[in-house]
């Protein structure tokens, strides 16, 4: 397993940008596929962006396309979500997660909670009206 941890939440107007950073302490990084998820007050934990081990493909919720973008550096055991023109309905705590072995079966993103096996302990991301 990864251990994961988020920076780069805060608060910011609707229509600004943040970016999250997620970096990781194994040495699986590079086999690793890699997503963002939210889970806002009262609302289950959903699916943000994902992308692959090898950073070829990702994938997003339609809520976020267009918006934000999922990134990676092997180099620095490093994945970002930069989030701009910001929404209120965005207001949530991001949570980083990796798959740890996705190299070995799949270049496609992961989209759902049970198909990963490292979550960070989440970063507040606050958008004011």
């Known amino acids: 397993q990864e251990q994961l941890v988020e920076s780069g939440g805060g608060l910011v107007q609707a229509g600004g940008s943040l970016r999250l950073s997620c970096a990781a302490s194994?040495?699986?990084?590079?086999?690793?596929?890699m997503g963002w998820f939210r889970q806002a007050p009262g609302k289950e934990r959903e699916f943000v962006a994902g992308?692959?081990?090898?950073?070829?493909?990702?994938y997003y919720a339609d809520s976020v396309k267009g918006r934000f973008t999922i990134s990676r550096d092997n180099a620095k055991n490093t994945v970002y979500l930069q989030m701009n023109s910001l929404k209120p309905e965005d207001t949530a705590v991001y949570y980083c997660?990796?798959?740890?072995?996705?190299?070995?079966?799949?270049?496609?993103?992961?989209?759902?909670?049970?198909?990963?096996?490292?979550w960070g302990q989440g970063t507040q991301v606050t958008v004011s009206s």
């Open positions: 194994g040495r699986t990084f590079s086999s690793s596929a």
């Open positions: 992308i692959s081990w090898s950073g070829g493909s990702t």
């Open positions: 997660a990796a798959r740890t072995d996705a190299r070995r079966f799949t270049q496609a993103p992961m989209t759902r909670l049970y198909q990963y096996d490292s």
